[in-house]
């Protein structure tokens, strides 16, 4: 065969083959830049790592409900309005509130969630007021709803309330023994270490936690304190309670 020939035959195979070889050629390319992720597909769908999955929650809301309480109150004066009741505390120079109860508005001296005690609150009321006596109020319950960036445990945080009312009734006890000028230390620091460890616990970061936190530390602070009058213990003492009334409203 001649050279001419078979120059011609070459050159009329690779008319056929170079499509063939352009297609092959140009999906073997893409496919290897597709499998090693640097460039996908056309039409491919692009992940992106840093979107949030749906189920992710930015805050979580809570319910709490609030013990009901019972207060031990000594009474000094009832009255048909509110504005009567303050002239009361003012004409008198008094530490003392006002709790509304069977739509009248009573005054009161000092008030506690436990009662065993207060017979020493009453006779010093006494020599404010002769009549005074002993009542009782009701602050009833309270479901509150609670907001948090974290998951926290509810029932947890409920027992750690209901535990601060049970240490709060001790201070009916510190309330007599100021009157009666006895040594409060070992009670003081009885409660102190309660209160302490009831801040110590994690479940107070929420909305609520804030505001109940300060009360207990306000509550540690007037433990901590040593009066020397029943009347500087009184007035920093029924603020806290007060304090404490304000959460249910």
């Known amino acids: 065969m001649k050279k001419s020939t078979r ?3 070459v050159v009329i195979a690779l008319i056929f083959l170079a499509p063939l070889i352009g297609y092959f ?3 073997y390319i893409l496919l290897s830049m597709n499998s090693s992720g640097s460039n996908p597909a056309v039409g491919e769908p692009v992940v992106d790592e840093n979107i949030p999955e749906a189920d992710e929650i930015d805050e979580y809301t809570y319910q709490l409900t609030l013990d009901e309480l019972i207060v031990s109150m000594v009474q000094l004066a009832s009255v048909s309005s509110k504005e009567k009741a ?3 505390i003012q004409d008198k120079n008094l530490n003392a509130f006002v709790f509304k109860k069977d739509n009248l508005y009573k005054v009161v001296y000092s008030a506690y969630l436990g009662n065993d005690k207060i017979g020493s609150v009453l006779d010093n009321a006494r020599e404010i007021v002769g009549d005074a006596f002993i009542t009782s109020g009701v602050i009833s319950e309270k479901t509150i709803e ?5 998951e926290i445990e ?3 945080l409920r027992d750690t309330v209901h535990e601060f009312y049970s240490v709060l009734g001790l201070f009916d006890d510190m309330a007599s023994k100021i009157i009666n000028e006895e040594s409060s230390k070992t009670l003081r620091n ?4 309660r209160l302490g460890q009831l801040l110590d616990r994690e479940v107070w970061n929420n909305s609520f936690g804030d505001e109940f936190v300060s009360i207990i530390q306000e509550a540690l602070a007037i433990t901590q304190k040593n009066y020397s009058s029943f009347d500087s213990f009184n007035k920093e003492y029924i603020n806290l309670l007060q304090r404490i009334f304000n959460v249910y409203e």
């Not at 009885?190 to 270490?193: P, S, Y």
């Open 7 to 9: 120059a011609l035959i």
């Open 154 to 156: 509810i029932d947890l």
């Open 86 to 88: 303050d002239g009361f």
């Open 25 to 27: 050629g140009t999906k």
């Open 190 to 193: 009885t409660i102190t270490d």
């Open 146 to 150: 609670i907001k948090s960036d974290k």
